[in-house]
């Protein structure tokens, strides 16, 4: 079966802007959902993603949908396929990486393999995938689904979900959950910078971070 819905459209421009600055590792500190399996990862770094959601999901022997997803996106979006398991044919490679760059996609992310490394890495696109292969897919048309929920690492992706992906992994967030934790997540990035100014002074982690304080309560609390 066939599935196209429309692209959903659900980030205020300035939210998705506000992520430009922001970490996933930033938000890690804060949450346990909603980071991707991290076997996901990008063909080359640096590496870094942000946008809005564009869902896919096809088969492991068909990629047609996948051509159909790309000229469905606007600008800044950010493609997500899920194959359903498969993990030996790549429906992605060089030539829909061109045709994807060229659309102004922000980046796309692979659960399974991908095909054409060399090219991706030349073209600096970016591309999340698990593995490298020579098996790609065909053009079946036989299946396959577009702006759908879908799985992407073991996390659910709904159309519209915010995308925040560097070298280090892939965060997903609901737009309701991405303006919850948008401030606090600023604060700890500047936060992480000034550590690092004060650790290049010559000052101690242990007592930038309050982790010496903490433990000597601990212990403290412990003793007899």
Known sequence: MIVINPRV???????IERFKSIEPASVGHMIEFGFCDPQLHPLWRPCRVVGPAVTVRTTALDSTIVHVAIDATVPGDVLLIDRNGDDRHACWGGLTSLAAQM?????????????????????????????????????????????????????????????????????ILTPEMAAQVVDEAEARQKRGLWVRDELLKGARISDLTKAADKIRARMEAESP
Do not use: W
């Not at 459209?9 to 939210?15: I, K």
């Open 9 to 15: 459209d659900r980030l205020p421009a300035d939210l």
């Open 103 to 171: 659309r102004g996609i922000a980046g796309v992310i692979v659960d399974g393999c991908v095909t054409d490394y060399t090219e991706i890495e030349e073209m600096r696109f970016p591309v999340y995938g698990r593995t490298i292969t020579a098996l790609t897919t065909k053009g079946l048309a036989l299946e396959g689904e577009i702006n759908v929920p879908i799985q992407i690492g073991g996390v659910t992706v709904h159309p519209g979900d915010l995308v925040v992906a560097d070298s280090d992994g892939i965060l």
